[in-house]
């Protein structure tokens, strides 16, 4: 069992920064590609960026060149890095983490952190 937990998360001003950690414990880290989801208030979850167990990395196209997901498996921790934040980028975001194992997806969810954006 594998447990996310979240950490950076609060109140910036429209172009300010902010930056996401999510520390895991529980499982071996660097098998797992690890993602960040984003959801608002009766939305559904939404995926904003992955780094996979090799160090790949993918976006949503509206945070492209803004955030940035990093991930260090020494310390079993993920990063977002985000800059430049938008009125629209508050939101609670949420670490993921996914490996297959024995032909079966094993998926785990942090509980969430909160970005909020305002002048």
């Known amino acids: 069992q594998v447990q996310l937990v979240e950490s950076g998360g609060g109140l910036v001003q429209p172009g300010g920064s902010l930056s996401l950690s999510c520390a895991a414990s529980?499982?071996?880290?660097?098998?797992?590609?690890m993602s960040w989801y984003r959801q608002d208030p009766g939305e559904q979850r939404e995926l904003v960026a992955t780094?996979?167990?090799?160090?790949?990395?993918n976006y949503r196209g509206s945070e492209k060149g803004r955030f940035t997901i990093s991930r260090d498996n020494a310390k079993n921790t993920v990063y977002l890095q985000m800059n430049n934040l938008k009125p629209d980028d508050p939101a609670v975001y949420y670490c993921?983490?996914?490996?297959?194992?024995?032909?079966?997806?094993?998926?785990?969810w942090g509980k969430g952190t909160l970005v909020a954006v305002s002048s």
């Open positions: 993921h983490a996914c490996r297959v194992a024995g032909g079966a997806e094993v998926t785990y």
């Open positions: 529980g499982g071996i880290f660097s098998l797992y590609d």
């Open positions: 780094i996979t167990s090799g160090g790949s990395t």
